[in-house]
């Protein structure tokens, strides 16, 4: 298998959401049938609300920093699949990524693996088996979606974090505070060490009451101070931990409570023998990017691309857009249909004098005709690229948020790379070439 045959072998597995089921049953079994290949490496697994990514990219930076070959699985992807299983901060080749899917594959059908595995089961499967063929001595798992059921819950970790908890995805996870937390705490084991973010009082109450109930070594971080923390000119905050600054390579406010617990799980990670000290937790904390993560894009353009998409993130972004650009602003727009637009658009859409309403080759995406019933003064583009190059015309920074997704239509379209769109459209299968590309100095 080529990686061209892995993309379409993805695609033929349906839309990522839309063929998503719970339930470890599929997972573990498809596991084992590999050889159990997540017990060849010790795990930390990552689950919350927003700030997972964050969270799992600083503490993947962090132990690469102490030369421990760590691998990082994330999700979701925004330009090409491989984006997902990094090792060392890097993505896979294609040669390995179609290699250990190749690998994925056959056993599922030489097995007759029924029901067939979901693409994110089978991801989640590829990535545990390379980061074993590729010699991974600790894996950093972003969970998917809650937890409980979650793919990335077969494997045992060693350690379990917990970001802030909000609402988000109410339809599969439950429609209050506690539901959501109670499927987040499925990744806590008996006995085992876990810490959370900060959490509101519900969510507070009921990951103490799972770990009580599973014995589980949970606690949590304080808030950590930002008033007089050093932030340097695009709104990079410094974490002041026991004494020490730490400079964070991530934009916002926000990038200190996740660096925060990340410092918490370096302290636990210690604990339990790995070699990792203070000048590895600054480099790590400072040289971490995450594409998609209030990215700034270039200056000239301003353009800064964020893949928020529930009402914590979008208030986190326009807190940073607020602080930290100045106007006039336009903002390109477009989200699923599972999120809560109006919450999502309420603390934005005040910020700018421009909207742009668009879209992604999704099922799940919403068409820029209906998001004006959330935004009646949007301007609406079938193409997010039209609404980018319409946008930097105007003076003043161009944002362009609302979904990972449209992110990574964006973000392909600026580097000029086809956008491997495996899992996002059951109905567009293999690549989208954007346009010609936004000039910018960066």
């Not at 937890?147 to 077969?154: C, I, P, Q, V």
């Not at 709104?235 to 390579?249: C, E, I, M």
Request: include cysteine; charge should be neutral; glycine fraction near 8%.
């Amino acid at each position: 298998m080529n990686y061209a045959d892995a993309l379409q072998y993805l695609n033929r597995l349906g839309n990522e959401v839309l063929t998503m089921k719970f339930g470890l049953q599929t997972m573990r079994r498809l596991l084992e049938i590999l050889g159990s290949p997540e017990t060849a490496y010790p795990s930390v697994l990552v689950a919350g609300t927003n700030g997972k990514g964050s969270v799992s990219h600083f503490l993947s930076s962090v132990c690469t920093a102490a030369g421990i070959r760590t691998g990082l699985y994330t999700s979701p992807h925004l330009v090409e699949p491989r984006e997902r299983v990094r090792v060392n901060g890097r993505p896979v080749t294609a040669e390995q990524f179609a290699q250990g899917l190749g690998e994925t594959a056959e056993a599922i059908a030489r097995n007759r693996l029924e029901p067939h595995p979901t693409f994110f089961e089978t991801v989640t499967a590829t990535a545990l088996l390379l980061f074993a063929r590729l010699g991974v001595r600790l894996a950093v798992l972003e969970v998917g979606m809650g937890g409980r059921l979650d793919s990335t819950n077969a494997v045992e970790p060693i350690l379990s974090l917990i970001t802030p908890i909000s609402y988000d995805h109410e339809k599969y996870l439950g429609n209050s505070l506690s539901a959501i937390a109670q499927e987040k705490a499925g990744i806590l084991r008996a006995g085992k060490p876990a810490v959370s973010a900060p959490q509101v009082p519900e969510a507070e109450e009921t990951l103490l009451r799972c770990a009580a109930n599973l014995e589980a070594q949970l606690s949590f971080v304080t808030p950590p101070p930002t008033a007089g923390a050093t932030v340097d000119h695009r709104g990079r905050y410094a974490l002041v931990h026991r004494g020490r600054s730490y400079q964070l390579g991530l934009c916002g406010e926000h990038q200190v409570t996740n660096a925060r617990l990340v410092a918490a799980a370096v302290e636990r990670l210690h604990l339990l023998g790995w070699e990792l000290r203070e000048e590895h937790l600054e480099a790590g904390l400072r040289d971490t990017v995450v594409p998609g993560v209030v990215q700034w894009w270039s200056q000239h353009p301003p353009l800064i691309l964020d893949g928020g998409h529930n009402p914590q993130a979008a208030r986190a972004l326009a807190g940073y857009v607020a602080r930290h650009t100045g106007e006039p602003r336009t903002l390109v727009f477009g989200c699923m249909r599972d999120k809560n637009v109006p919450e999502v658009l309420r603390p934005l859409v005040p910020l700018f004098e421009r909207v742009f309403l668009t879209t992604v080759e999704n099922r799940r995406a919403f068409q820029p005709e209906e998001l004006t019933a959330f935004c009646p003064g949007g301007r609406t583009f079938r193409d997010p690229a039209a609404a980018l190059e319409e946008a930097i015309r105007y003076p003043g920074t161009t944002v362009v948020a609302g979904s990972f997704y449209l992110a990574g239509a964006v973000l392909a379209y600026l580097t000029g790379e086809a956008s491997a769109t495996a899992g996002r459209s059951a109905e567009e299968p293999g690549r989208v070439v954007m346009p010609s590309r936004v000039a910018v100095d960066r």
